[in-house]
T-cell receptor, first 113, second 114 residues
Framework: KAGVTQTPRYLIKTRGQQVTLSCSPI?????VSWYQQTPGQGLQFLFE???????NKGNFPGRFSGRQFSNSRSEMNVSTLELGDSALYLC????????????FGPGTRLTVT | AQSVTQLDSHVSVSEGTPVLLRCNYS??????LFWYVQHPNKGLQLLLK??????LVKGINGFEAEFKKSETSFHLTKPSAHMSDAAEYFC????????????FGQGTTLQVKP
């Protein structure tokens, strides 16, 4: 099976802009989670989607949002970008919910200037 | 609240020598525990998982970990390090309440010297 794919792999945006990141889970996986990885804060949970519904959300401002489509693909959106949003954004999928056996994609490296 | 503490931010070993990466956890219930590895500019790869079955867990690439409830530890070991093992390793605990949320340690960078 193909693994989790994320597009784009790299992004450079300007402060104040918005960005949309995409994640395609492993075929058959219905749960998608998003994580932010920064050198200072490490890996932090953003949110989880299952069957097109957000099931859990981490401690991030409302500028961070997401959605999941009927084919389980997911997008996350960050509006009004700040310099501190520069990070590696990782998507993970799992076959069931709740499942802690999560499979990660390669990530999207976002740089905000 | 659940948490994990990785006791070493950086570990350096010589190729062919044993690897020990230490992790302590805190959990108010019987947790699921994991080790993930991240190579430079790559995503996270699951090495192994503990989910209340055998306390000694074998993973990929010769790694294993032992769950010790009395010590609240889940240390990762490998008998003989290989150059390709150089990476960042994360100890991870499941959140409570069946949320599916993973809580990550701060990571341990493993350096393997030739």
């Amino acid at each position: 099976k193909a693994g989790v794919t994320q597009t784009p792999r790299y992004l450079i945006k300007t402060r104040g802009q918005q960005v949309t990141l995409s994640c395609s889970p492993i075929s058959g996986h219905r749960s998608v989670s998003w994580y932010q990885q920064t050198p200072g804060q490490g890996l932090q949970f953003l949110f989880e989607y299952f069957s097109e519904t957000q099931r859990n959300k981490g401690n991030f401002p409302g500028r961070f949002s997401g959605r999941q489509f009927s084919n389980s693909r997911s997008e996350m959106n960050v509006s009004t970008l700040e310099l501190g949003d520069s990070a590696l954004y990782l998507c993970a999928s799992s076959a069931t919910r709740p499942s802690y056996e999560q499979y990660f994609g390669p990530g999207t490296r976002l740089t905000v200037t | 609240a659940q948490s994990v503490t990785q006791l070493d931010s950086h570990v350096s070993v010589s190729e062919g020598t044993p690897v020990l990466l230490r992790c302590n956890y805190s959990s108010s219930y019987s947790p699921s525990l994991f080790w993930y590895v991240q190579h430079p500019n790559k995503g996270l790869q699951l090495l192994l998982k503990y989910t209340s079955a055998a306390t000694l867990v074998k993973g990929i690439n010769g790694f294993e970990a032992e769950f010790k409830k009395s010590e609240t530890s889940f240390h990762l070991t490998k008998p003989s390090a290989h150059m390709s093992d150089a990476a960042e390793y994360f100890c991870v605990v499941s959140d409570s309440g069946n949320t599916g949320k993973l809580i990550f340690g701060q990571g341990t960078t493993l350096q393997v010297k030739p």
